[in-house]
């Protein structure tokens, strides 16, 4: 079945941890099951770790776009916007752990002076992770390591003891970004933009929305809504208002047992009709079909 991921009211994802008392977030999962392949952009406050076992996939963060193969990996910042996807509907084996920074922070002193530099360096949305490189792979390793771990009785204590020598790692071989360039600036100022209108996106949703509304939400003209939904989603905010209710309705579809046009004009589709067309050209399949299908033993 289809993941879906849920997420928060300022559009930052909720995060299921795998115990809630420890901020520790571990899952092996295949592309082909988001619906799409692709998985909705978003952000949050944990430090993100992929690793591919196999296929490939294309990852962006905040608008900048990655390929990662086999073997490679990829560190995301705290509160970056990003997404993985495959525009041609490729598979990839991946391994995803997030971690949130509290982790790293026993003391005052340990956040001031080796947390807080790290994720508020503007110069480091990201790190991509080459096997060619000695502790870039050190790195990648860990996340194998922490999926094998995952379950085992003393799993927070090794999860810690991980991310440690993770972070240890960066703070040894990046460089501290005191003096950001004004792109840099003006690219979080950006960034900034764009999550102002997706949270309007999700707030709104289910009423009627213009592409004027949207716009208004980021305080800018409708051309640089478009040109920010284009660099940051790679699609027009018509399109990106589309897909999250599409996203909302599946929610409903296979958690709840209401008719399908109830379903379409409460996540702001004007007609059953219009809604199942729309979901089938995203899903392949209709949504009495897709239910049908979770429905089968």
Not at 41 to 69: Q, R
Not at 195 to 222: T, W
Not at 253 to 278: Q, V
Request: with cysteine.
């Amino acid at each position: 079945m289809p993941i879906i991921m849920e997420l928060d009211e300022n559009y930052s994802e909720k995060i299921c941890y795998d115990i809630p008392s420890y901020p520790a977030y571990i899952r092996r999962g295949l592309l082909s099951q988001y619906p799409n392949y692709s998985a909705p952009n978003h952000w949050h406050d944990d430090i993100e770790l992929i690793a591919v076992l196999s296929g490939e996939m294309e990852y962006s963060v905040n608008g900048e776009l990655l390929k990662l193969k086999k073997g490679q990996g990829l560190l995301v910042n705290a509160g970056q916007m990003h997404f993985g996807f495959s525009h041609q509907k490729k598979e990839c084996d991946f391994i995803c752990v997030l971690l949130h920074p509290v982790l790293l922070c026993p003391l005052p002193s340990y956040e001031r002076d080796f947390v807080n530099p790290v994720i508020h360096n503007k110069g480091l949305p990201y790190f991509l992770l080459k096997p060619e490189i000695p502790w870039e792979k050190d790195i990648y390793d860990k996340i194998l390591y922490l999926y094998d771990i995952r379950k085992e009785k003393t799993a927070p204590l090794k999860i810690l003891a991980a991310f440690a020598r993770i972070w240890e790692l960066l703070c040894e071989n990046i460089s501290a970004d005191k003096n950001p360039a004004e792109k840099k600036i003006q690219e979080n100022r950006d960034l900034l933009i764009v999550k102002n209108m997706a949270r309007f996106i999700q707030k709104n949703y289910m009423e009627k929305i213009s592409l004027a509304d949207i716009a208004a939400a980021g305080a800018v003209g409708q051309s640089k809504c478009c040109k920010l939904f284009a660099r940051f989603f790679f699609q027009s905010p018509t399109m990106y208002l589309t897909q999250h209710r599409l996203t909302k309705s599946m929610e409903l579809l296979l958690n709840t047992d209401l008719p399908i046009i109830e379903i379409a004009l409460s996540t702001g589709f004007n007609s059953a009709s219009y809604y199942t067309e729309t979901f089938r050209k995203w899903m392949g399949k209709t949504p009495t079909q897709l239910r049908k299908a979770k429905a089968s033993p």
